[in-house]
């Protein structure tokens, strides 16, 4: 792995985006009487949007951006505090996940705040790199400005795009050499934390449960019906799907087919192949991103590539987690593939921060280094 690193990247993300569009196009069509392919559109336009932010990103050096790191954290910080300032903040379905500023679509600051929350800790791990295995500049600070973001994503009831935020943030600081122990007691402090919130929610609760016994009559018109029928999907689709176009659960039947439980469409409509070739290209995503976090000029670079590599795969695990119905169902979409402005342009220019770092990175020509004191074995016949 090298100079290619860049190039398996982003045909990974291309095919999982044109996995995702033609797919919007199957499942979006239904329950829209004015322009079925209005969504597609739509998606079309943030793909053109999310592409050029990435190729900008790619083109920049990412280390000028290194000195900025604190308004940028202050700032993505306000725009995750507009979700509680009536008037700006636009509540669907009970969360309070978006803003809608005057002249600005409507967009959700929990996507830009990822990118910007881990170029801090990148930064911050950088300054004081060799005080990473202290308490005080190795844990307590920097899990201050991880914990922030993390608490004002989960008080919006984000729970999912908080969790995705925690765990890649808690990656980029054991990778900067925190101790583990530190890391350790405060996730356990948090999933306790968490586990309090979720036991005095009954909706929340209701979700964790309904993994039990999903078809039980309990839970299979309730908090589990939609992953019932992501099952049912998965079940119908079988090794080679149904067809493109002839599913049936998107007709009403799975909610949200064309958002967060896009990937049970896919397994319905073509089957077994295309779902594992879906992880696949997240594993690819994963084996490159490290690569080039591995091949990078400065520690800076290394660590922001494996920020943005977490902040692109977790979130993808934990939607397949719950597709599947190993996970409570939380409510994230697939990367690449989901309907969803927002996702789809800051993931994207996650991907192009990870090419930034690629660009700036120094390869060694191993056939070129010199051989010191050599030996061969030979065996004579």
Not at 143 to 158: A, R
Not at 319 to 348: D, E, H, K, Q, W
């Amino acid at each position: 792995m090298g100079r290619k690193n860049a190039i398996f990247l982003c045909l990974a993300v291309i095919a999982l985006v044109t996995l995702g569009l033609v797919m919007l196009t199957s499942t979006s069509i239904y329950g829209n009487d004015v322009d079925g392919y209005s969504l597609v559109k739509k998606q079309a336009a943030w793909i053109a949007v999310g592409v050029i932010g990435a190729v900008i990103f790619a083109g920049m050096d990412y280390r000028k951006l290194r000195p900025y790191w604190v308004w940028l954290f202050i700032g993505s910080c306000f725009l995750l505090i507009l979700c509680y300032v009536p008037g700006i903040a636009q509540e669907v379905k009970g969360e309070s996940r978006w803003i809608k500023l005057p002249g600005m679509p409507q967009f959700q600051p929990s996507e830009l705040a990822k990118i910007f929350v881990i170029m801090g800790l990148a930064a911050w791990y950088t300054h004081f790199q060799t005080e990473t295995r202290t308490f005080l500049k190795g844990f307590i600070f920097p899990g201050f400005l991880l914990g922030i973001p993390v608490l004002l994503i989960f008080f919006e009831k984000d729970m999912g795009t908080a969790m995705c935020l925690a765990a890649a943030g808690a990656v980029v600081m054991y990778i900067a050499g925190a101790r583990l122990p530190y890391l350790g007691i405060s996730a356990g402090t948090a999933l306790a934390g968490m586990a309090i919130v979720v036991w005095q929610n009954p909706e929340r609760m209701g979700r964790i449960m309904a993994l039990t016994d999903l078809e039980s009559d309990k839970y299979r018109l309730g908090d589990g019906y939609q992953q019932l029928h992501g099952l049912y999907a998965f079940a119908k689709g079988g090794i080679d799907g149904t067809g493109l176009g002839n599913g049936v659960e998107k007709l009403g039947y799975l909610p949200e087919a064309h958002t967060d439980f896009i990937f049970p469409a896919i397994g319905e409509e073509l089957g077994l192949w295309f779902t594992l070739g879906s992880v696949f290209c997240f594993v690819i995503i994963v084996v490159y991103g490290i690569a080039i976090s591995m091949n990078a000029k400065d520690h800076f670079g290394r660590l922001l590539a494996v920020g943005l590599t977490s902040i692109i795969v977790v979130p993808a695990m934990m939607n397949i987690g719950v597709t599947t119905a190993v996970l409570p169902n939380t409510g994230l979409p697939l990367p690449f593939i989901s309907y969803g402005g927002t996702n789809l342009v800051f993931t994207l220019l996650a991907v192009g921060g990870l090419v930034s770092v690629h660009r700036q990175a120094s390869f060694v020509n191993r056939s070129e280094m010199p051989v010191i004191n050599e030996k061969k074995q030979c065996v004579r016949i």
